[in-house]
């Protein structure tokens, strides 16, 4: 049988493609950023142009650049019109995304059924172009292909139970705000549920009630508890437990041998012997959160600390495999679902490779012990929230963002009578032209750094096909005013290594709030695009923390709450279409901290959004499944809403809280 000459340019072109990002990671640091950056902006195109050839759309990309006046006389030179073709070849892969080149029209729209638009965030490191593609129709061909489904009967209760919680409390609506939308919506479908609500006798604003444990695989490493020993054993005195010997020997081959010579062999438990034993829970190969909560004798409700598993949970771990043979992680979602009832955490310091930091490791509990035990912690900050918001022209997400998020909160924490008013809490506003990387970061090289740092920008986001150490380091950067659609330099973006190279940084004690596409951190695989019946595209090498809240926590920050994955307005705006602005769940958080509670507490509104959303979701799925035909745009926003809405999550330990 004759090859097929589309197949054999595809799989020339794929391994051209390797090939210059091998070359890319060869050259290091001995060229110039922007020669790499040159080379990588090539090897987008061969990327593009594999594509082409693949799709065996080669001849009708020619015709159609032809019969738009693109062709001329004179031949392409493609160390001077890469971009351009970049983005041609972008128009005719994506032809719902039309933009001509070097224009600002709205480019990181993605068009949607009855020509209604959703907004990504993200944007291409190489390109400047959104990170995304995809339309209402492309979700609802999903659900009916059962790409993805409604959760199961228990996680279903589980929601169930968190929003009914969540109605019955009068805590949740700071100053007088409306119920979010998310949450009218979802009680609707509850129906009979009156039994669950936060256990009467257990503040859980006070970790000496409320308790506080570490959760890491069995098999990870011992070294990395070793380097939190000061954090653990300050925790256990804040509980009022005896002093413990908590010595590290070296026949520890794992966290779990560790343990077993600390607990009797596994006789002793945080149930039976609070007190007496190391607080730290360990989690199996292959145990789901449920599984994990049944050994413990424990289940998805309101928590009692007293039954063993205590309400603070600081995760220590990877969230995802470095290779096939690698079991020693705790994955993004047992994070998620464990974060519905218990307040919880993550702490993970990783190089490019995705190995652990033990210094850094290190750095983050002495800082935070040293904080919380200096008396004059509060004078070393200002009693200020630092708002930035960038607002880029032609991007409605942005612009969004801008408008009905950053602007809101910032004349809602100036008002009178609210919890940063009554609490003598100002704030500054870097709001579009102002919110530059040099603005960030004097900002963050200030004597005395602001309490809260809110940003709300596009998160910087690269490709798999490129050097993965780059990736690594990159991802979820926040991009800066200084960016122009199509125009993208590296010192568009702030990234975690330019904490590093800043001497004068000071972030000691803030907490942070990044609204932005990976700016918690990255799965290994794309949660939002995909093709039904098709494995879930490989958007990374591994699943990780992004680089720049890992150097915000090792540089003294106690706290970072991101998002995994992209983020979308749908965190401030209303599903329904029927609310500019949703800004309740901000404000609860940012009221909470200020207030002085722990951080795995003030978080507690996202984890309620998340459970309306998917409550509401669960229908609309279950209507497709009965025969009944979507709304394609309504269910597209429910979709979307409910990963955004999961996928925020808090990073350090769970257990912090600003000095007021």
């Known amino acids: 049988m004759a090859t097929d000459p589309y197949d054999t340019i595809y799989e020339a072109l794929q391994r051209a493609t390797e090939l210059m990002g091998q070359h890319v990671e060869q050259l290091g640091c001995h060229q110039e950023e922007e020669e790499r950056d040159r080379l ?152 009979g549920i009156h039994t669950y609500g936060t256990i009467a006798d257990v503040d859980q604003d006070t970790i000496a009630e409320a308790r506080w444990a570490v959760v890491v695989r069995a098999k990870e490493d011992v070294a990395v508890l070793k380097a939190l020993a000061p954090l653990i054993q300050h925790r256990m005195r804040q509980m009022g437990c005896r002093p413990l010997n908590l010595d590290f020997q070296s026949g520890d081959s794992s966290c779990g041998a560790w343990l077993r010579r600390h607990t009797d062999d596994g006789k002793k438990s945080l149930r039976d012997n609070w007190g007496e034993v190391p607080p730290v829970l360990l989690v199996r190969t292959g145990e789901t959160v449920n599984n994990w909560l049944t050994r413990h004798r424990v289940s998805q409700a309101p928590v009692d600390p007293k039954q063993g598993v205590p309400f603070y949970l600081m995760i220590v771990g990877r969230p995802g495999p470095l290779d096939p043979h690698d079991d020693v992680f705790i994955p993004w979602g047992f994070q998620y679902e464990l974060d519905v009832f218990w307040g919880v955490g993550r702490l993970l310091f990783t190089d490019a490779s995705g190995r652990h930091r033990l210094d850094a490791y290190r750095d983050y509990a002495e800082q935070v012990v040293a904080w919380e035990t200096r008396a004059d912690a509060a ?194 705006s209303g599903v329904e279409g029927g609310a500019d602005s949703q800004i309740q769940p901000f404000q609860d958080v940012i009221g909470r901290l200020l207030k002085g509670m722990p951080a795995g507490s003030a978080t507690d509104q996202f984890n309620v959004i998340q459970g309306a959303r998917s409550l509401t979701l669960t229908k609309e799925l279950e209507d497709i499944r009965h025969g009944i035909q979507p709304n394609p745009a309504r269910l597209a926003r429910l979709w979307m809403a409910r990963n955004d809405a999961r996928n925020y999550v808090l990073l350090g330990d769970p257990a912090v809280r600003l000095a007021i």
């Open 40 to 191: 990588r902006k090539i090897q987008a195109l061969i990327e593009r142009l594999a594509e082409l050839f693949h799709r065996r759309d080669f001849p009708k990309f020619i015709a159609q650049t032809t019969s738009t006046g693109r062709q001329t006389s004179t031949p392409v030179n493609i160390h001077n019109e890469y971009d351009t073709l970049t983005q041609l070849l972008d128009q005719h892969l994506n032809p719902r995304q039309q933009a001509p080149a070097g224009a600002s029209p709205q480019r990181n729209l993605v068009q949607s059924a009855g020509g209604e638009e959703l907004y990504p965030n993200g944007i291409d490191a190489h390109t400047g172009q959104p990170l995304l593609h995809i339309t209402a129709g492309d979700i609802v061909a999903m659900a009916q292909n059962r790409q993805f489904k409604p959760p199961d009967t228990a996680v279903e209760s589980i929601y169930k139970a968190k929003v009914a919680a969540f109605c019955r409390s009068e805590e949740f609506a700071p100053s007088g705000e409306p119920m979010p939308e998310a949450v009218t919506i979802a009680r609707g479908l509850i129906g």
């Open 379 to 572: 004078s070393h900050l200002r009693k200020e929230i630092a708002f930035i918001g960038t607002r880029h022209e032609g991007d409605t997400s942005t612009e969004r963002s801008a408008k009905n998020l950053v602007t809101p909160l910032a004349a809602w924490s100036g008002a009178p009578n609210t919890t940063p008013a009554r609490l003598g809490f100002g704030h500054r506003l870097y709001l579009g032209d102002d919110a530059t990387r040099d603005n960030l970061t004097r900002m963050l090289s200030a004597s005395a750094p602001p309490a809260i740092l809110f940003s709300a920008t596009h998160g910087i986001g690269l490709r798999s096909s490129d050097d993965p150490a780059r990736l690594v380091m990159h991802q979820g950067a926040l991009l800066t005013a200084d960016f122009a659609y199509g125009s993208i330099r590296r010192e568009h973006w702030l990234a975690g290594e330019d904490l590093d190279a800043m001497s004068n940084l000071n972030v000691a004690g803030m907490i942070a709030c990044l609204f932005a596409c990976y700016s918690a951190g990255c799965p290994q695989h794309d949660e939002f695009a995909f093709e039904p019946g098709k494995p879930r595209a490989q958007i990374a090498p591994f699943s990780f923390v992004s680089q720049l809240p890992q150097r915000l926590l090792a540089h003294g920050a106690l706290a970072v709450l991101g998002h995994i994955e992209r983020a979308w307005t749908y965190s401030f």
